[in-house]
């Protein structure tokens, strides 16, 4: 793992007037991109060839001759042949040269693979690089044990498909896309068997995936995506922000939903087992009255990562829940960089963030504030590792 000293050597070379804000380009680029613009940092999208045109094209940046962006908020696309190759050593000296401070997201960390962003992946990441493993559900000490060691909430897992005895959800990857999910429900032994196999049929997901698979009873209410921020450079007030929540739209999920119950009977079995592949996302709020709760879910996860991820949670992080009928939160995923669902935020700022800030605060915004905040108070090995 790379350690705090690799990058203070690094950041010897850099030149803190001088920072671009560099990212994978995809997930939540352009919320990244578009608060970089905002506060004033040049902005380096790193794409793969066939998906770059909405950086290199739609949304790049327009500047006027004295500087001043009038439309987009992508100075730079580099388009590689694959995502991977940003890790190229003589690539990585290109990003040193160009003074890039490297934002995480999810792509990154799926396509470039972890151990080498660890260990060999010598640019400086905005965040908590030790941390961004825990991710990975198949880790023995994934985001579950840290929740677990931090006394929060989660869905109470089942040991084996024979014990289940009520409405379950069993997640595992997708057989084909491999970065989305093969999730399915069933409420008995029996409706396990069946829609597995169906789907084993159907190439969603595979026999090895599914052995591994983790199954968890199913908690009945909303979803709400945390979306945090934490401030090591903080001094008088609250290190921890909330600020925004976002909600999920899953296809083939949100399709089925709209069916009349008639009409899902009908549909043939390819279609009748819904995927939930995230295709998109809306913002929302909470009620007030739930607020104080979520800050304490927040509170409880920073101290936690401080224990066991020194020197803990850095920036954003998402704590991704549902509640119940009984106002209680159980946390079923966890993000510990950027979330996927900030990009509904973007130039308009998230509700609670806006209001904190009194102008708009996108987590891209926020992001690139605290990296300029660092630099000007020369404090960046804090919040860079």
Not at 292 to 319: R, T
């Amino acid at each position: 793992m790379l350690d705090r000293e690799n990058i203070k050597e690094i950041l010897e070379d850099y030149d803190p007037l001088k920072l671009r804000v560099g990212m994978v380009a995809s997930h939540s680029a352009l919320d990244i991109c578009d608060g970089a613009i905002e506060e004033g940092f040049p902005t380096v999208a790193y794409a793969q060839k066939g998906r770059e045109k909405t950086y290199s094209q739609y949304f790049k940046t327009a500047r006027s001759k004295s500087g001043r962006v009038t439309r987009g908020m992508v100075d730079k696309t580099i388009a590689l042949d694959k995502f991977s190759d940003i890790l190229a050593p003589d690539f990585q000296q290109q990003m040193r040269d160009r003074n890039v401070v490297f934002i995480p997201n999810r792509s990154f960390t799926s396509y470039c693979g972890m151990t080498e962003i660890e260990n060999d992946f010598k640019v400086p990441l905005f965040g908590s690089r030790n941390m961004l493993r825990m991710e990975d559900r198949e880790e023995e000490q994934d985001y579950y044990w840290l929740l677990e060691e931090a006394g929060l909430p989660f869905p109470e897992k089942i040991n084996g498909y024979e014990e289940i005895d009520c409405l379950s959800i069993v997640k595992l990857h997708h057989a084909e896309k491999k970065l989305e999910r093969g999730f399915f429900t069933c409420a008995s032994p029996g409706e396990f068997e069946e829609k597995s196999e169906a789907l084993i049929r159907q190439g969603v997901i595979d026999k090895e995936s599914l052995a591994g698979a983790r199954i968890e009873r199913y908690v009945v209410g909303p979803v709400f995506n945390l979306n945090f921020f934490y401030s090591p450079l903080e001094d008088d007030l609250p290190k921890l922000e909330l600020l925004g929540v976002d909600w999920r739209f899953e296809s083939s999920l949100d399709g089925h939903v709209r069916l009349p119950a008639p009409q899902q009977m009908t549909l043939p079995e390819s279609q009748k087992i819904p995927e939930m592949t995230v295709v998109g996302h809306n913002t929302a709020t909470i009620r007030e009255s739930l607020l104080e709760s979520a800050f304490d879910l927040g509170e409880k996860f920073i101290e936690a990562s401080k224990k066991h991820y020194s020197p803990g949670i850095v920036g954003p992080f998402c704590l991704q829940t549902c509640i119940d009928k009984d106002m209680n939160y159980y946390i079923y995923d966890v993000a510990p960089r950027i979330g996927g669902g900030t990009n509904v935020h973007v130039s308009v700022g998230h509700p609670y963030g806006n209001s904190l800030w009194r102008k708009p605060m996108s987590t891209g915004r926020r992001i690139a504030k605290e990296i300029r905040l660092a630099a000007e108070q020369d404090r960046l090995l804090e919040v860079l590792t």
